[in-house]
């Protein structure tokens, strides 16, 4: 079997349960990946992995070749090798090569630590809100979602009023990143806010958000311009969709939030990327610095 048909069966197994946004990046990660085969070994569509030297190690000698670029940072060579090193696992698992994970290792990770939001900076974050108007109201809920509630992007734009239980201040979350669902907290002041953008809407059922022009569901792109146009008004260069998520995880950890708790929270697979926030919540609380506040609901104990 040639490398390009193990690469064709690793793609049509991950397609079974796996994003379409994850499949893009495997495409287009193990797709530079092939191109180094097949200048190194020969064509990919030709070569198989028994024809490649016995004392070679593809992964640790890509890896070489992604630093000899130069111009690559070691977080965007992490990022291109998990997806070789996934790819190689499965070929290992599957019978089709050697071990080329045994005692391998990345580059250490030089990524800048993304810094949370701060209490001052949601208050003029909240500033760029017209609560009365309908497009006020409705980005207002969108951006407290994922900074109160640590929802992603997509788990926004897919939410749908039936999702909501007020009666106990619970969220559903259905069909997330690769397919998983879970219950989250919601605070009283977010369920008052979507209440407010539901009667002006006059809607009772269905996605919760939509464009404001006709009954579309509200898009990838149409969000990120919301967000384009808040970091300017807000004067808050760092802005993105993400960085509510993060500030919700670094200020659940800073309150005493337990780590468990925030995987499940946040709807993590392993602990992988739940514990790269345990550290900078930890310099954030020693420091005293105002990060935003979680609302009281997410620490509050049955007795």
């Known amino acids: 079997m040639t490398i390009r048909q193990c690469y064709d069966r690793f793609i049509a197994d991950r397609m079974v349960y796996c994003a379409a946004k994850t499949i893009h990046t495997y495409t287009m990660h193990l797709g530079l990946f092939l191109r180094w085969i ?16 016995p ?19 070691n977080v965007t060579i992490r990022s291109y090798a998990r997806s ?19 005692k391998a290792k990345l580059p250490k990770d030089d990524s800048l630590p993304k810094q949370p939001l701060l209490e001052e900076e949601v208050r003029r974050l909240d500033a760029c809100f017209d609560k009365k108007t309908l497009k006020g109201i409705r980005n207002y809920c969108i951006v407290h979602l ?6 992603r992007s997509q788990e926004v734009r897919s939410l749908r009023f039936e999702h909501l239980d007020p009666a106990h201040n619970l969220l559903h979350i259905y069909v997330s990143k690769e397919c998983k669902s879970r219950i989250t907290m919601i605070p009283g002041f977010l ?20 464009g404001l022009r006709g009954n579309v569901p509200l898009s990838e792109n149409a969000l990120k311009q919301i967000f384009s146009v808040l970091k300017i008004q807000s004067d808050i260069p760092r802005l993105h969709a993400h960085l509510l998520r ?22 993590h697979y392993d602990y992988t990327v739940t514990k790269g926030y345990s550290s900078l919540a930890a310099q954030y609380r020693m420091l005293g610095i105002p990060v935003y506040r979680l609302d009281p609901i997410f620490f509050r104990t049955i007795s």
Do not use: W
Request: charged share 20%; with cysteine.
């Open 146 to 151: 994922m900074l109160d509630c640590g929802l």
């Open 84 to 102: 070789v090193k996934a790819f190689l696992a499965y070929c290992y698992e599957e019978d089709l090569c050697q071990d080329y994970l045994k």
């Open 38 to 53: 097949s200048d190194s070994y020969g064509p990919a569509e030709q070569t198989g992995f028994q024809d490649l030297p």
């Open 191 to 210: 369920l008052d806010a979507i209440a407010s953008y539901r009667f002006l809407q006059q809607r009772k059922d269905g996605l919760v958000f939509q």
């Open 246 to 267: 993060h500030t919700f995880a670094t200020s659940y950890l800073m309150a005493g939030g337990n780590l468990e708790f925030l995987r499940v929270l946040l709807g």
């Open 55 to 73: 004392s070679d190690n593809i992964f640790t000698a890509y890896i070489l070749y992604l630093r000899s670029k130069g111009s690559c940072k």
